[in-house]
């Protein structure tokens, strides 16, 4: 089964990065905006975007960072890769999710991925 891979915008040359287990840990409870971007089988050129919001729930080394997600997202988990260099303090304000219409206020967390579809040969 090939899988899509996922690439860091605060990482862009996917240097390999050491996990730390107290800043993973630091990130349990956070509540975090989510910014997808997913190309299309180029892997460069934008397909569309999605934006998702919520609270980050458990994290594994191996597995990934695990967000359960509000509001219209409700319901659903997501699972991103496991580099927390791709995490960012996000300033005070209330910030509204162009692809839900939805307004966050003061979130912990910003993070942004791009997406490409799986190889195929």
């Not at 990934?64 to 995490?87: A, D, K, N, Q, T």
């Not at 993070?111 to 799986?118: A, D």
Request: glycine share 8%.
């Amino acid at each position: 089964m090939t899988s899509n891979s996922w690439s860091d915008p605060n990482n862009p040359d996917d240097e390999a990065e050491e996990w730390d287990e107290d800043e993973a840990a630091w990130l349990l409870g956070k509540i975090v905006l989510v910014g997808l971007t997913y190309l299309k089988a180029d892997g460069e050129t934008e397909d569309y975007k999605a934006q998702y919001h919520g609270e980050i729930v458990r994290v594994d080394k191996n597995e990934g960072i695990f967000v359960r997600c509000e509001g219209v997202h409700e319901g659903e988990e997501l699972c991103l890769p496991p580099l927390l260099s791709g995490y960012d303090p996000a300033s005070p304000g209330n910030y509204e999710l162009h692809s839900t219409g939805e307004f966050v206020l003061n979130p912990d967390l910003t993070t942004k991925w791009r997406i490409k579809p799986p190889y195929k040969s």
